[in-house]
C-alpha cells in the first residue's frame, strides 16, 4: 500500500475476496457462470451415512460469513455453527467455493489446496497485496473488520473513543460517510509530462484508501482556490474515465493522454511555480515551508484527522488503523456511521471549509523519489487525492446535513450538538 499515512496475509491457495455491495447482503461479483451452483443441502437423505464418511473438506468460517456458492462438481453434506461438511462428486474441474464475509465480502477458494477431512479454519486477516485495484484472484483471505466497528440495527458503526459531550460547548460532529470509488484506483493520473504526453497512474496502492480530513475557519481566499480547482478537478476526472474505455494504441487515446498531461501541468504548475492542485496542500501542510499567507492565516487554526472505514489495515504502535476497502472489484457501496466522532468545537467562526483527500506517499517517499527523479514531479508536489472540499455553514448544522462532492462517490453527513 502507497500512502503517506498508512502503516502497514499468508496465502493458502487461490483465494479471491469480493466484499460487500449495499448493507449486508452478499452479492456475486463474478460474471455469471454454469460452474456454479445454488447452494443448498443435499436432499438425497438414504445416502446421508454414506456421504458423511466420504467428506473431503469441512471449513469453518469466521463469525458471520456464509458459504454461498459452490461448484457444480461439489455437494453440501452438512452445515451446523459455522462448520460447513462439502463432498466431492468429480474433480473434472477445479472444486470452488464462494464465501460471504461478515460485511458481505467474498471470497473464492479453490479447495484442491487446502487439507482434507480436518476442520480448515478460513482466515479473516489484513490485506498484504500491494497492488491497485488487487483482482480477486490475488487476495489471500477475507478483509480483517475494523475492531471498534459494529453491526446495529443493520448498519456498520464506527464507535469513537476519548469524545465526551462538554455542557454549553458547540461541535461538529461526523454521523456517517459513503463512498463508491476507491482512491487508490489506478485510472488516477498522479503525474505527467506535457512535453510527450508521458502520464503515471496510481501504482501499488493495495486494497485499501485512507481519507483524513482537514476542517478550518473559511475565508474567501480558500473559496477562490476551489473556485479554481473544481473545473480542473472534474475535467481530470472525466479524460480519466475516458481512457479507461479506448483502445490504448489508438491515436485518439495518445492525444487524449496528452491533454491529460497538460491539465496536470496546469493543476500541479511548472517550475517555480505552483498551480492550485498544490497551493492546496502546501497550505494544509503546517510543516510545510512555502505557501500563500492569505490561506496559511486560515489553517493555523486546524483540525486533522483521519475518517475510518470497516476494514482493519494494521495494528501497528498499539492501535488499529481502519480504512475503506477496494470498490472497484470488492466493494461498490460502503456506508460507515460513526458514534462520539468529533471534528471541530465552534467559538466565533460562522463557517468553516472541510477538505477531505486520501493520502498517497509522503515528499521525499520511495514512490515520490522515484518519479522526482524521473523529473515529472518537483520535491514539492503532493500526489494525495483530493476527495471534496465543502463550506460549512453553522446555522445549517443544527439538524444532520449531508454533503456530495463533486464526482458523486463521496457523502458525508455532518450536524452540531
Not at 496546469?266 to 515551508?289: I, M, S
Not at 514531479?377 to 462532492?405: A, C, M, Q, W
Amino acid at each position: 500500500m502507497k500512502k503517506g499515512f498508512i502503516y502497514g496475509l499468508m496465502g493458502f491457495g487461490l483465494l479471491s475476496v469480493f466484499l460487500y455491495s449495499k448493507g449486508v447482503q452478499a452479492q456475486s461479483f463474478l460474471p455469471t457462470s454454469d460452474m456454479y451452483q445454488p447452494l443448498e443441502l443435499s436432499s438425497d437423505s438414504s445416502h446421508a451415512e454414506h456421504k458423511a464418511a466420504n467428506l473431503n473438506w469441512n471449513l469453518r468460517l469466521p463469525l458471520g460469513a456464509k458459504l454461498v456458492q459452490i461448484s457444480n462438481n461439489l455437494e453440501l453434506a452438512h452445515q451446523s455453527d459455522g462448520v460447513y461438511s462439502i463432498l466431492a462428486k468429480s474433480f473434472a474441474e477445479h472444486p470452488t467455493i464462494l464465501i460471504a464475509g461478515k460485511l458481505g465480502g467474498k471470497l473464492r477458494l479453490d479447495l484442491k489446496s487446502i487439507p482434507k477431512e480436518k476442520i480448515f479454519e478460513i482466515p479473516e486477516q489484513v490485506v498484504t497485496n500491494h497492488e491497485s485495484n488487487p483482482l480477486p484472484n490475488q487476495l489471500s483471505s477475507l478483509p480483517k473488520i475494523c475492531p471498534q466497528v459494529t453491526m446495529q440495527n443493520g448498519e456498520v458503526v464506527y464507535q469513537a473513543s476519548g469524545y465526551n459531550m462538554s455542557k454549553g460547548l458547540e461541535s461538529l460532529v461526523l454521523q456517517k460517510i459513503e463512498l463508491e470509488f476507491d482512491y487508490e484506483d489506478k485510472s488516477i493520473a498522479v503525474a505527467g509530462d506535457p512535453s510527450d504526453g508521458k502520464v503515471v497512474y496510481e501504482e501499488e496502492g493495495g486494497f485499501y484508501s485512507n481519507l483524513h480530513y482537514y476542517v478550518f475557519p473559511y475565508n474567501e481566499h480558500w473559496q477562490k482556490l476551489t473556485d479554481q480547482l473544481q473545473p480542473l478537478l472534474m475535467h481530470k476526472r472525466k479524460i480519466e474515465r475516458q481512457l479507461q474505455t479506448m483502445d490504448r494504441h489508438s491515436l485518439a487515446y495518445r492525444d487524449l493522454r496528452k491533454e491529460l498531461a497538460v491539465l496536470l501541468a496546469k493543476a500541479y504548475g511548472q517550475g517555480e511555480q505552483w498551480g492550485p492542485y498544490q497551493q492546496l496542500f502546501h497550505n494544509l501542510d503546517p510543516y510545510f515551508p512555502q505557501g500563500d499567507p492569505a490561506l496559511k492565516v486560515a489553517t493555523r487554526d486546524l483540525s486533522h484527522g483521519f475518517l475510518p472505514g470497516a476494514f482493519q489495515s494494521s495494528a501497528k504502535w498499539g492501535y488499529s488503523l481502519c480504512e475503506w476497502g477496494d470498490t472497484n472489484y470488492h466493494s461498490p457501496h460502503q456506508a460507515v456511521t460513526y458514534q462520539g466522532f468529533r471534528l471541530w468545537q465552534w467559538n466565533q467562526e460562522e463557517k468553516l471549509m472541510l477538505v477531505v483527500v486520501e493520502g498517497d506517499d509522503q515528499l521525499g517517499g520511495a514512490g515520490h523519489h522515484k518519479l522526482v527523479k524521473q523529473g515529472l514531479l518537483r520535491p514539492g508536489d503532493y500526489t494525495d487525492d483530493i476527495v471534496g472540499i465543502f463550506v460549512l455553514d453553522r446555522h445549517e448544522l443544527s439538524l444532520p446535513k449531508t454533503y456530495t462532492n463533486l464526482f458523486g462517490d463521496f457523502k458525508i453527513t455532518l450536524r452540531n450538538l
